[in-house]
């Protein structure tokens, strides 16, 4: 369970927060019970992977996060603030899978295993990534509030890719047909967070939507775990 500080630069923040140094902004209700007292109840690390720069960065000393409880005796629970660029259960953050899915779905000659060297992770980790956005959302979904938000033509359903180079590399024609319906979540999730009648201020269109499903519903994504693949 978190609630979302403004957004602000991971450098910045792990050079800012932390014991000793500053502290994020105290939530001014509880996130169960709307109570009006919440106090802060120490420090957590954690050590997670996101994208600096466009490379994968895993700070060796983690990133600290601070704890708060609600002040009500009939209510009395913890959770985490966590800055908006840190979404729950995961070391490998959603714009690294999102980035590195991308990598593998529109390069022409690549594999799983290069695409995992680049990004710092295994390869059966790029395989289930592919799998876990095919099954994320139903494009045509996506596509349908993004037409809502856009102006005439600017989220048509001929922009989502009919074919995708790593649909020739699959070895079935389900991880075929699963790897162009990742392709088309995330073409979706782009002009999705093009349409926003304000621009997000989080690069990366997957953790933005991601995150809003978890702030909105408290929906979690997690990772769903695969047997032996066949790529």
């Known amino acids: 369970m978190s609630i979302a500080l403004a957004w602000c630069d991971f450098k910045t923040y792990c050079e800012d927060i932390g014991p000793g140094r500053a502290q994020p902004p105290r939530p001014v209700q509880c996130a169960f019970c709307d109570g009006p007292r919440v106090w802060f109840n120490g420090w957590r690390r954690v050590f997670p992977t996101v994208l600096v720069e466009g490379r994968s960065h895993r700070p060796p000393d983690g990133v600290v996060l601070q704890r708060v409880r609600c002040a009500r005796r009939e209510c009395h629970r913890s959770w985490t603030l966590r800055p908006p660029w840190l ?132 929906r979690v994504a997690l990772l769903t775990r695969g047997t032996t693949p066949r790529r």
Not at 125 to 145: E, H, N, Q
Not at 184 to 207: G, K, N, T, Y
Request: aromatic share 10%.
């Open 87 to 218: 979404y729950p259960h995961r070391s490998l953050e959603p714009d690294v899978a999102e980035a590195a899915a991308l990598a593998y779905l529109l390069a022409p000659h690549t594999s799983y295993a290069a695409v995992a060297t680049a990004f710092g992770c295994a390869w059966i980790t790029v395989w289930r990534w592919v799998g876990w956005l095919a099954a994320l959302a139903i494009p045509a979904a996506l596509l349908a509030r993004a037409v809502r938000l856009a102006a005439p033509g600017g989220a048509e359903p001929g922009l989502l890719p009919r074919e995708v180079p790593a649909a020739g590399r699959a070895r079935s024609t389900e991880r075929a047909r699963a790897v162009l319906e990742a392709a088309q979540v995330l073409a979706a999730l782009a002009l999705l967070h093009r349409a926003q009648p304000e621009p997000p201020a989080d690069p990366s269109p997957l953790r933005w939507w991601l995150l809003g499903e978890f702030l909105a519903f408290r």
